[in-house]
């Protein structure tokens, strides 16, 4: 695509079949390749519009597409505030301040299907005698409830539990465990009777299970293990110098072993060796109050600060709430192909797949001498492409691309980010062939690529 100066108040924009680029400085005149596979020759389609439409063509979006690549509200309440998620096969429920939700879709839409009276903290699932599933929901001030239909009608479980204010559940094979204000109760029978266990009088915020070793994450304690069901408990919190646990999560590490992550008032911790001792990973935000992983990419929810994703096991983190309006994270699942975050403000979901991305440095260890963006790789593609973006500082970025249209086809980032090397995937699956323009925007630098997509 070259752009001409003509006579008047207007520009001619001649397109020869693929590619163009625009810098910092304005639109300038680049090499024009063919399709290899065409047999066409080399056309050209002259378009005449005004001077200042073509000064901003790849800026002003002239028509408005729904863009995915975002956080996308559902239909539960914004006056809603999630305190947790729960997932069974294609089934999913939200604790809420205004009772459990359920949802069919993916997250997409949800039904309130009882507790409306009360605030929901916690919820478990587990199989029950005949196949099928219990679905357990902690209250405050209301002990355990229980469901054997999906929510449709729910029975008190608290016989022996004398605390009724119900911070965590953990669904074991054979036993289910209550973490409270006074400390971890636990049940053989699906709630029909609990005892309290060894850990006694303490707030447990959360639990963490991984094969036989079960952890409790306590507010004021640290941490706790147990390697007997949760009938006994002992401290297991070497390096952990953040006392106030609020989740915790175990994820695979990829090269087959585990790693134990701990949200607390004052970061993100990670221990390799089953909770034995602790390292402080590099997340700097304060208040983690949710975990979650799929495969090698772990998101953390926080108090204020929205969402983050670490994709090399908690070394370097990414916030990502382009499209996320209510920035505390109480809960995080993934369900399918989607992560879903409880907020303030209802309950919100984004694709997995928009959710690579990466933070590496030069080859020399230090961060980039300036802004740059580069070419996509592959080009041309099929499906899915990487775009690379260097800052030399810390900036706010929006990464669109456009269609040769100037419409706006997807925005990859719209958010802040540190400085180096980013990489994000773009996925392009739902889009047809043909050329892409994407566009960065970061301080005083702006440039655009074009891009091929060939299916």
């Not at 992983?293 to 600060?305: L, P, R, V």
């Amino acid at each position: 695509m070259t752009i001409d100066a003509v006579p008047g108040l207007c520009r001619s924009f001649k397109f020869r079949k693929m590619l163009a680029t625009s810098g910092a400085s304005g639109i300038r005149p680049v090499k024009i390749l063919s399709h290899p596979q065409s047999n066409a020759g080399v056309g050209t389609l002259t378009l005449r519009i005004p001077a200042f439409a073509a000064a901003f063509f790849l800026l002003v979006i002239f028509s408005s597409v729904q863009s995915h690549a975002q956080w996308v509200q559902s239909n539960v309440p914004a006056n809603t505030s999630v305190q947790s998620l729960a997932v069974n096969d294609t089934n999913l429920f939200a604790g809420t301040d205004g009772g459990v939700y359920f949802s069919s879709d993916n997250g997409m839409s949800w039904v309130n299907i009882g507790l409306t009276d009360r605030s929901v903290l916690s919820l478990a699932i587990r199989p029950d005698s005949t196949g099928g599933k219990n679905l357990f929901a902690g209250a405050n001030a209301y002990g355990v409830s229980l469901s054997t239909n999906n929510g449709k009608s729910w029975t008190y479980v608290n016989s022996g539990m004398y605390s009724s204010y119900v911070l965590s559940l953990a669904a074991l094979d054979t036993n289910l465990l209550a973490g409270t204000t006074d400390g971890v109760f636990v049940t053989t029978n699906n709630g029909s009777s609990w005892i309290s266990t060894g850990l006694r009088d303490i707030f447990v915020d959360a639990f963490g299970v991984s094969g036989p070793f079960l952890y409790a994450g306590t507010y004021g304690s640290r941490t706790f293990l147990s390697t007997d069901n949760g009938s006994s408990w002992t401290a297991d919190s070497v390096g952990l110098t953040d006392p106030f646990v609020r989740a915790l999560m175990v994820s695979p590490d990829g090269t087959g072993g585990t790693n134990l992550f701990a949200g607390t008032d004052g970061g993100i911790f990670r221990s390799s060796n089953n909770g034995a001792s602790w390292s402080k990973t590099a997340f700097t935000k304060s208040y983690v109050y949710s975990l979650a992983f799929a495969g090698t990419k772990i998101f953390a929810g926080t108090y204020y600060n929205g969402a983050f994703l670490s994709t090399n096991n908690g070394t370097s983190w990414t916030v990502v709430n382009t499209g996320l309006t209510n920035i505390t994270v109480r809960a995080l699942a993934v369900s399918g192909t989607y992560l879903l975050a409880g907020t303030d403000a209802g309950v919100w979901r984004r694709p997995l797949s928009e959710l690579v991305v990466s933070v590496r440095q030069t080859n020399n260890g230090d961060v980039p001498g300036e802004f740059v963006l580069e070419q996509n790789y592959p080009n041309p593609f099929n499906t899915s492409t990487t775009i690379t973006f260097g800052l030399s500082g810390s900036s706010h970025v929006r990464l669109t691309v456009y269609d040769v249209l100037g419409r706006e086809v997807s925005v990859l980032v719209n958010e802040t980010r540190e400085a180096g090397v980013h990489e994000v995937r773009f996925d392009c699956s739902n889009l047809a062939s043909g050329v892409y323009l994407y566009r960065i925007e970061a301080e005083r630098f702006v440039q655009t690529k074009g891009l091929l997509l060939c299916k």
